[in-house]
Each structure stands twice: as structure tokens, then as C-alpha cells.
């Protein structure tokens, strides 16, 4: 593999378009607004400018990478016939997910493995929108994607060896750790890590402690480098719903419905980093955050 087409310039997007290219890959990157295209190669460029202010790589090095991407508002006008991979890193909407992969299967040529980033909609799902189900895979990485080391590789129910082995040696290639899971709701990380972020909204929910005793709780007695509230914040609030009411569709199991405070928070809009205010208060001009007011004693 050489050529490959990243669709999304997204937070997710973008860093896996500099990781690839980081590692010499021809990359394309594609989304359907230029603005978010000039966005996301500003913030690969800060990225990379930090980097080079670390002594982690060279500015020649930098320089690199930005030449190994390119940019496109159109699938069709992008080239995307010479990808070997296309990764994709669309909003976690299962419709919309469905609908490019329709045009992907149509676009790309037969050899080329198509793989999505989706954090919890099922592989086999996206699979049925193709016509080589066998050559369909979850590459799910972790946010911020140049830095976290794992890579949950996911295998639908078609999968096949040979796309998944190359989808392996990829990974490493990349410099990251490859897990190997099979598609089922949340797969492994979030079918985890999800119902502790609920069961930590339920505690809060019911009294037992306030925002910062939770989180410091599971910062110094379980080692976690954040708690698990400021981390939902981080992830999204929307975004752990959705992954939550995945998790409770799929399994039908009770344990994995959505705390009611969750969902009203969702509701009114209090999503986290992206709106300013979850759990914690954000302000663009600081790093410190401060517990929301709903939460304060």
C-alpha cells in the first residue's frame, strides 16, 4: 500500500492524514467543505510545527509530510482510483456512512481495502453498502491519532485473512499497536469504557459525589491519566450517548441504558469541550477548567 484517501477533515481525519503521510504515504485528503480542509491543514502544520520545537522530527521532516498530502472537495475528482486504502472518518452516522461506502465500492478499484474509523457502527453493517464485504474493516484509532499508539482493527462478518493481516502489518508500519477484535456493539474500548462513564454520570446523577471527588477518585486510586467525566467532556457527551444507545440496542441488555442526567445534558445542549460547558466550564483562552455551575455545591 501507497496511495491513500482519507474522507473527513475532522479532528480524527486530519490526524490520521498526518499520521499516514508522516510515514510517507501518498495521502489525499477529502471532505466536502474547503474550509474544513484549510482547517485541517493548519492544525496538521501546528502539529508538525510542534514536533520540530520538541527535536521529535526535523523541519525537512515536516516539510515531507505536508508535500504527501493533497486535498479534495469531490470523491470523484480526487483520484481515489488509484487508492490502494481508503480510511474513513466521517461523522458517526450510520446513514451517512452507508452512503460512502455505496460510492466508494463504485469509485475504487477492486483490489483497494476500504476501512472506517467508526468508534461503535458496525463493520458488517458498512460491508452490506459493497459489493467485497471480504475487503471491509474497522480501523479504529484513538484521539489524538499521531500520538495514542492503539488501533482497534475490527473484522466484520465477512472479513477476510488476507484484508486483515494487511490491515496488521499496516498498523505497525505506522508505528502503532494493532488489537485485533471482532464486530460487535463498542467492540472492545468503548464497550469498557462506555458503561464506566455511565455508571460515573449515575453516581454524580444520585448523589454519591460531586464532579471532582469522582474524577480525582479515579485518577489517584485506579491510575487513569483523566477521570471519567472531564473525559467524557473530551469525547463528547452526544457522542457517548450515541455510543451508549448502540451498546443497549445491540446487546439489549439493561446495564448499558443511558443515565437520565446524560441524556438531559445532551438535550440541552451541554455537550462538553465542543460547547463550552459538560461537567466542566471550558474557556477558549484558558486551560483550566472549572466544574459547571449546574454541579457546584
Given at each position: 500500500m501507497k496511495n491513500v484517501t482519507v474522507i473527513g477533515a475532522g479532528t480524527m481525519g486530519n490526524g490520521i492524514a498526518h499520521l499516514f503521510a508522516m510515514h510517507n504515504f501518498t495521502v489525499t485528503l477529502v471532505d466536502l467543505s474547503e474550509t474544513s480542509l484549510e482547517k485541517a491543514m493548519a492544525t496538521i502544520t501546528k502539529n508538525l510545527d510542534r514536533m520540530v520545537a520538541?527535536?521529535?522530527?526535523?523541519?525537512?521532516?515536516?516539510?515531507?509530510t505536508l508535500n504527501n498530502i493533497t486535498t479534495h472537495t469531490s470523491l470523484e475528482n480526487s483520484g481515489i482510483e488509484q487508492a490502494d486504502l481508503v480510511v474513513e472518518a466521517a461523522?458517526?452516522?450510520?446513514?451517512?456512512?452507508l452512503r460512502i461506502f455505496t460510492t466508494l465500492d463504485k469509485l475504487c478499484k477492486p483490489e483497494a481495502i476500504l476501512a472506517s474509523n467508526t468508534s461503535s457502527i458496525s463493520i458488517?453493517?458498512?460491508?452490506?453498502?459493497?459489493?467485497r464485504p471480504e475487503q471491509v474493516i474497522g480501523m479504529h484509532f484513538f484521539n489524538p491519532v499521531p500520538i495514542m499508539k492503539l488501533v482497534e482493527v475490527v473484522r466484520g462478518y465477512a472479513t477476510n485473512d488476507t484484508t486483515t493481516n494487511s490491515i496488521v502489518e499496516l498498523t505497525k508500519k505506522l508505528n502503532k499497536t494493532p488489537v485485533e477484535v471482532n464486530?460487535?456493539?463498542?467492540?472492545?474500548?468503548n464497550r469498557?469504557?462506555?458503561?464506566?462513564?455511565?455508571?460515573?454520570?449515575?453516581?454524580?446523577?444520585?448523589?454519591?459525589?460531586?464532579?471532582?471527588e469522582i474524577d480525582t477518585v479515579m485518577k489517584l486510586g485506579?491510575?487513569?491519566?483523566m477521570g471519567p467525566l472531564l473525559l467524557?467532556?473530551?469525547?463528547?457527551?452526544?457522542?457517548?450517548l450515541f455510543i451508549l444507545r448502540?451498546?443497549?440496542?445491540?446487546?439489549?441488555?439493561?446495564?448499558?441504558?443511558?443515565?437520565?442526567?446524560?441524556?438531559?445534558?445532551?438535550?440541552?445542549?451541554?455537550?462538553?469541550?465542543?460547547?463550552?460547558?459538560?461537567?466542566?466550564?471550558?474557556?477558549?483562552?484558558?486551560?483550566?477548567?472549572?466544574?459547571a455551575d449546574a454541579f457546584t455545591k
Open positions: 520538541k527535536e521529535k522530527i526535523d523541519t525537512a521532516a515536516k516539510m515531507a461523522t458517526e452516522n450510520p446513514d451517512i456512512k458488517t453493517k458498512i460491508a452490506t453498502a459493497t459489493q464486530d460487535y456493539p463498542g467492540f472492545i474500548s469498557i469504557l462506555m458503561p464506566m462513564i455511565n455508571e460515573s454520570v449515575y453516581a454524580l446523577f444520585e448523589g454519591v459525589a460531586g464532579v471532582q485506579m491510575a487513569h491519566p467524557a467532556d473530551f469525547i463528547g457527551l452526544d457522542v457517548c448502540v451498546l443497549h440496542d445491540g446487546l439489549g441488555n439493561p446495564k448499558y441504558a443511558p443515565c437520565p442526567l446524560l441524556v438531559n445534558m445532551v438535550t440541552a445542549g451541554k455537550l462538553g469541550c465542543k460547547s463550552g460547558e459538560g461537567f466542566y466550564k471550558y474557556n477558549k483562552d484558558s486551560k483550566d477548567v472549572v466544574v
